[in-house]
């Protein structure tokens, strides 16, 4: 099979073709590790390539497909973001400060994978510490779109933070990735390049051995092709963890057993709050889309309300910097990563933070600082405290009147550019692009991003489905709804 | 917290000074590390005296990505301390973060509980004294709360030139931090305090309480006033590690802040530290340089919740508390509150005592371990643990005296050898011929020898009954002390014809 048809393979496809012996996993993976070798220059996608790694595992892999062993994912190459910690290969979370880190241990969620028999191509590019919405705050530069306007040949970002991951799916740099989402982490990205990220409940994945960022919200998801691949790999990702006490022991469903059910009689909510004034007439269009495909396959709509929605923004904007400024208060040049030598343990300490952490960091560090400091914290963090409670109530009314899951864009746009002059100038119009995503980790609710449509310039657009806590199976359930009403989208290559 | 004044000023605690009588307020912040074999939210070791850094996980370390896994033990154990203390304990806790930079705290915060604490308030009945006329007062000590946090590492600044070195063993084993209300009125109650309530975590097992190793230290709130006035400002010593340096800091900084009032000074609320060097207290930071800790509630870790069945199972299981083994102890075999007070005092000793009590004379065994052991390991300096002198020797020296066998004479003779060259009391008995002499047949041929060789004596002791006991310790001496006295005695009286 020639190469360039290996990589645009789904998982469920290399699945069928590796347990087949069609293929083996070493050439699918010298197919994904030729490809990013190819596009990487252009596309920045990984930071780090594993090729011994991923051959060696590739080979296990085809002697225990060979005999006719093997796990869920046998043999499956994947991307794994910056964030999970592979056990002696580069993990630095997108810094500087992280300078050499190599872990002595391996995340749960990708020790979970590798169990499963999927293979390591390498470390994916994102935004430092998870924290962005464009992949620019990276220290290794910024991620580029395989997506391009219509006619027009400007940069655009993936979205953020897991930029590389949604990238990489995107440019067929490997079968799936691994990504988190502590504020829309998954599910942006996923919108600005066609793929699809499922943002499971809060302690659904392990967070052990994941860099934390805002450890009430941070959880773990995959990107992958389509709505089955994410299906696939969340089944693995999936576990209780006696090293995560956030974590949740309830047994993993099959997730993609559920695929391809109906949706009719499933009540869908549609809450007025998300209709965003300057909201371009584009984003619209789809959700209204999107609503006439669910009731096509009869679902029944209900409108609803989340009263509390407008305030998820600026609360989540003091809850994660606060939980991230003491979170990263271990990058201290003490033990690992970069140190500057100062002449005196403050000094090394601010210059080592000085130079080690990028602008948007250091703005939420100092952000987090400020809402915890006496005399703010009832003013900032407890109020932000009490407005997450509101948030949660506002999703568990409609649940408890019978919602099964809620329809809404994903994003309040569709891709932009790199250096994007208003972004660049002003922080908050950066962080408006949680706008529609945030209120699901304040809950910690599972959310799904789909891909449902192109806007006028030919970019993709994704909706977003909210369920309930553990209900991820109604989630891939009414998106491969959408998924096969809206098609599929791959971005033209040019890289 | 609000402080209330719970003691009425009481005139033999008050400190002169220079323009009238001060009061002194203690309260206490004990550092009380927990006995369990991991660490509080890592299953590291906690044991003393490793090599530096080889009790550290991925956890204690801070490396990025890990999480903190409570171990349930110290939760136990705070609870058996909480109940030991007589206290309430909250079925709901939340652990928070304390946020500051020091190269031995590698998180960047030390975890802890801020608001909502494992335990809350409780008590402790204290005894001080005893004065000069040998009377102990007891004294009720309130406890604010108690709540579990992880311990730092030791940043080492001796071993390089111009780098400091830093030993993680410590870092994250649990500690139990036990907060006093301001109701110590003296050097001396403080020490009392400290006394009881190390006695009582070592009762209950749940700290060691070995100052030197560091397991239990203390911060010692100290200010002074005029009786019936306001709490003063307080000044904070911190770190004090031993009950004797407690002692001698609430001295020193009382008397410093009573010289700057009546200097018409203002004192300034700071942190101190003792120097037992120089026996004297010296600033440390100023309430301006205090950290802002930024505590907020540790996103890693669910609320601690457990179940009234689960502290009630727990209450079962404590062993008899000092409190209570005094009071038995007086009750059932008859000991004074005194004597019961000194053998409760320290769990070894109460051990050690009812070990030998067991099965024998009560008051006999108080005596023996209160007069003879304790006051010869008092003289040697050396602690119960390091006896010479097990429960059982001593025991086996009390049921020799009790069948006859010695005399109590003897007895401290056969303590002595025991003491210094060890062996069965019995066999000693038995091979130096220590045997009390029972056979009157021979104590009579002793008794007359004595009388025959003098007449005059005895001559006086018919007209003056009481001179019989000169002959008693003659016929005692002749026979090397290995008669029985009872016998002697009234084979004395018999011979010369004295009436009983």
């Known amino acids: 099979m020639p190469m360039n048809e290996l990589t645009k393979l789904t998982i469920a496809e290399a699945r069928a073709k590796l347990r087949a012996r069609e293929i083996t996993s070493a050439e699918l993976t010298d197919a994904y590790l030729f490809a990013i070798d190819e596009a990487n220059s252009a596309l920045n996608a990984y930071v780090a390539v594993t090729h011994d790694r991923a051959r060696a595992m590739a080979k296990a892999s085809d002697e225990r497909l060979a005999k006719g062993e093997g796990g869920a994912l046998e043999g499956i190459p994947l991307g794994i973001k910056d964030l999970f910690a592979t056990q002696g290969f580069h993990t630095q979370a997108g810094s500087h400060i992280l300078d050499g880190f190599k872990p002595r241990y391996e995340s749960t969620v990708t020790a979970n994978l590798w169990a499963d028999g999927a293979v390591m191509l390498g470390k994916l590019n994102m935004d430092e ?367 | 917290m609000t402080l209330v004044d719970t003691r009425t000023p009481d005139p033999k605690r008050l400190i002169p000074g220079a323009t009238g009588d001060w009061e002194v307020i203690i309260g206490m912040e004990v550092h009380a590390q927990v006995t369990s074999n991991a660490k509080l939210f890592s299953g590291a070791s906690t044991a003393f ?220 609320q700071e942190t101190r530290l003792f120097d037992p060097n120089k026996g004297e207290t010296r600033s440390m930071r100023t309430k301006e340089e205090a950290h802002d800790y930024r505590y907020f509630p540790d996103p890693d870790l669910l609320p601690l919740e457990f179940d009234q069945a689960y502290v009630d199972a727990l209450a079962v299981g404590l062993p008899e508390l000092p409190d209570d083994k005094k009071a038995r102890l007086v009750a059932s075999l008859g000991l004074s509150a005194y004597d019961a007070s000194v053998l409760v005092s320290e769990k070894a000793v109460a051990d050690y005592f009812e070990k030998v009590a067991s099965g024998r004379d009560g008051k006999a065994a108080a005596n023996w371990v209160i007069n003879d052991l304790l006051g010869q390991l008092n003289k040697t300096g050396n602690a119960i643990e390091e006896t010479p002198v097990s429960p059982d020797q001593l025991g086996g020296i009390l049921d020799l005296i009790k069948e006859g066998t010695i005399s109590g004479k003897i007895a401290k003779d056969l303590f002595e050898i025991v003491w210094n060259e060890g062996g069965d009391p019995k066999a000693i008995v038995e091979k130096r011929g220590m045997k009390q002499v029972t056979d009157t047949g021979a104590i009579e041929k002793a008794v007359d020898e004595v009388i025959a060789a003098n007449p005059d004596k005895a001559e006086q002791a018919r007209a003056k009954p009481t001179m019989a006991g000169w002959f008693v310790g003659q016929v005692m001496k002749a026979t090397g002390g290995k008669a029985n006295p009872q016998a002697v005695n009234a084979l004395v009286k018999e011979k010369l014809g004295i009436a009983d």
Request: hydrophobic residues 40%; contains cysteine; glycine residues 10%.
């Open chain 1, 129 to 495: 510490f998870a924290m962005g919405s464009s992949n620019e705050t990276s220290y290794y530069g910024p991620v580029v779109n395989p997506w391009r306007a219509k006619g027009d040949n400007k940069a655009l970002v993936p979205g953020g933070s897991s930029g590389g991951s949604a990238a990489a799916v995107s440019a067929w740099l490997c079968a799936g990735a691994t990504a988190t989402d502590t504020g829309g982490s998954i599910r942006q990205p996923a919108a600005f390049t066609g793929t699809v990220g499922i943002k499971p409940t809060y302690g659904r994945c392990s967070r052990w051995g994941i860099v934390a960022f805002a450890s009430s919200l941070d959880q773990a998801g995959p990107i992958a092709r389509n709505v089955r691949d994410a299906a696939i790999m969340l089944k693995s990702m999936a576990s209780v963890d006696a090293k995560d006490t956030t974590s949740v022991d309830r047994p993993v469903p099959d997730y993609e057993a559920a695929l391809g059910g109906s949706v009719r009689g499933m009540k869908i909510g549609i809450p007025k709050e998300y209709r965003m004034d300057g909201m371009p007439e584009e984003i619209g269009t789809l959700w209204r889309q999107g609503i006439a495909w669910l009731k096509d396959a009869g679902a029944e709509i209900v409108d609803i309300s989340l009263p509390h929605t407008k305030y998820a923004l600026p609360a989540y904007y003091i809850v994660a910097p606060a939980e991230a400024s003491s979170n990263l208060a271990r990058y201290d040049g003490v033990r690992y990563g970069l140190r500057v030598p100062g002449r005196d343990i403050v000094d090394m300490y601010e210059r080592t933070r000085a130079a080690g952490f990028g602008r948007e960091v250091k703005r939420r560090v100092m952000i987090g600082t400020y809402v915890l400091s006496a005399g703010y914290y009832d003013a900032y963090y407890v109020q932000a405290q009490k407005v997450r409670t509101l948030i949660k109530k506002d999703f568990e009314d409609v649940f408890a009147e019978g919602i099964e899951a809620i329809l809404t864009p994903a994003t309040p746009s569709a891709a932009f550019g790199i250096a994007d002059q208003d972004m660049s100038a002003d922080p908050v119009k950066m962080y408006l692009n949680d706008v529609f995503t945030v209120t699901v980790n304040m809950a910690g609710l599972p959310g799904i991003a789909v891909p449902a449509g192109l806007d006028g310039r030919g970019l993709p657009l994704g909706l977003q489905l909210i369920g309930r806590p553990f209900e991820e199976e109604t989630l891939f359930r009414a998106a491969s709804v959408i998924e096969k009403a809206a098609g599929r989208f791959e971005p033209q290559k040019w890289w």
């Open chain 2, 49 to 268: 005296g490793a090599e530096p850094n080889a009790n550290v996980s991925l956890v204690d370390a801070a490396m990025p990505g890990m999480l903190p896994v409570i171990n349930e033990e110290c939760v136990k154990q705070a609870i058996r301390t909480g109940l030991g203390l007589k206290a309430q304990i909250n079925l709901k806790s939340v652990f928070d973060r304390k946020n500051y930079f020091y190269p031995d705290l590698p998180q960047g915060y030390q975890i802890s509980q801020y608001k909502q604490p494992i335990v809350g308030e409780g008590i402790i009945t204290v005894s001080v004294g005893p004065d000069r006329q040998g009377n102990f007062e007891d004294i009720e000590i309130g406890i604010e709360r108690l709540h579990l946090e992880q311990d730092a590492g030791k940043s080492l600044h001796d071993q390089h030139a111009t780098m400091s070195y830093v030993d993680l063993n410590r870092s994250g084993v649990a500690l139990m931090e036990i907060v006093s209300k301001p109701d110590l009125r003296s050097s001396d109650e403080a020490r009392a305090y400290l006394t009881k309530l190390r006695s009582i975590l070592r009762y209950l097992g749940t700290c060691d309480g070995n100052m030197d190793e560091g397991s239990m230290r203390a911060d010692v709130n100290v200010s002074v006033r005029r009786p019936g006035e306001p709490f003063g400002t307080r000044c904070e010593i911190k770190n004090v590690n031993s009950i004797r340096f407690a002692g001698q800091a609430i001295d020193y900084e009382a008397r410093r802040q009573i010289g700057i009032l009546e200097d018409g000074g203002a004192i300034d």
